[in-house]
């Protein structure tokens, strides 16, 4: 892999003093430029880095985060997400367990409404935010939008087309990414595209997968072309870089962060060879 640049920072940012970070260990973030200027992969977590970005840097906020989810009960929630995240019914041994994933219901609402306030800064007037929800976290996931101070848009619902059966229940086929913008956004300009409503594609198998919740990159081609060519797209939760590789292969730029040091390796891999 080709690193132009690689550089680390000490944070002296003042969410530190607000108990905004997981991992007291990431104080110090790395910055990697890659694909030759296309895209910059930071190391840490977005909390921190977010606020180093331009007000108004970012055309997209496209993201995966942890949901907090896997289960009805705390109890459930609070296992690591290699087993709470399995694929029929396999445990997932090969796959490193992420953080972030453990809070209970008004926690998630308070974090998911802080990184979307932190998002909404750094996103231009009219930009949008999709950002992915399972059923259980769905309303959470859209009052913390609002909250945020994003206008909702609606929610494109991804078919995973085969999901486990689940015996006398119906199968919990799809996930989705509700989708908002940053203000009143012109959907009139010239060169209008059109966007599917429903997005179908089987997760990445188990054996081609790098993530534990790996999204597959057509779904992620979809919804990058929102924004046009040559604009920027955010991901603050990276994870082995996905929503980085669409964008490479869509023509459009990307900065993601990722606090799991192995999976920044993925991901900074993932999008050099893209
Ligand atoms: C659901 S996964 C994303 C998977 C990704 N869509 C893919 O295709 O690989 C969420 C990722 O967010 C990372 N994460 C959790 N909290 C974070 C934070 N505060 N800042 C940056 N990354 C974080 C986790 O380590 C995990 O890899």
Not at 38 to 54: E, F, S
Not at 90 to 103: M, Q, V, W
Not at 163 to 168: D, E, G, L, S, W
């Amino acid at each position: 892999m080709s690193l132009e640049k690689s550089e680390k920072f000490i944070i002296h940012s003042p969410t530190r003093s607000q108990g905004r970070s997981f991992d007291r260990r990431d104080d110090v973030f790395e910055k990697r430029v890659l694909a030759g200027g296309q895209a910059v992969m930071y190391r840490g977590n977005c909390l921190d880095i977010i606020p180093t970005l331009p007000k108004g840097s970012i055309d997209a906020v496209i993201t995966d985060p942890p949901y907090s989810s896997g289960g009805m009960m705390r109890g459930d929630r609070t296992g690591s997400t290699r087993s709470k995240y399995q694929s029929s019914g396999k445990l997932i041994t090969e796959h490193a367990s992420f953080s972030g994933d453990n809070l209970d219901q008004r926690s998630y609402l308070e974090w998911a409404r802080m990184w979307l306030s932190l998002a909404l800064y750094v996103t231009k007037p009219g930009g949008v935010a999709i950002t992915f929800s399972d059923w259980r976290q769905l309303p959470t996931a859209t009052d913390a939008l609002q909250v945020a101070g994003w206008v909702w848009r609606g929610i494109v619902p991804w078919d995973k087309i085969n999901a486990r059966p689940m015996p006398n229940r119906f199968r919990a086929q799809c996930e989705f990414a509700p989708w908002a913008s940053n203000g009143p956004r012109d959907f009139t300009r010239e060169g209008a595209t059109y966007h599917p409503g429903v997005l179908s594609e089987c997760p990445p198998y188990n054996a081609k997968r790098q993530h534990s919740t790996q999204k597959p990159v057509g779904i992620m081609e979809t919804l990058c072309k929102i924004v046009v060519e040559g604009e920027t797209v955010l991901d603050p939760f990276s994870g082995s870089g996905t929503t980085g590789v669409a964008c490479l292969r869509t023509g459009r730029r990307f900065i993601g962060m990722e606090l799991d040091p192995g999976n920044f390796e993925i991901a900074c891999k993932r999008i050099e060879e893209k």
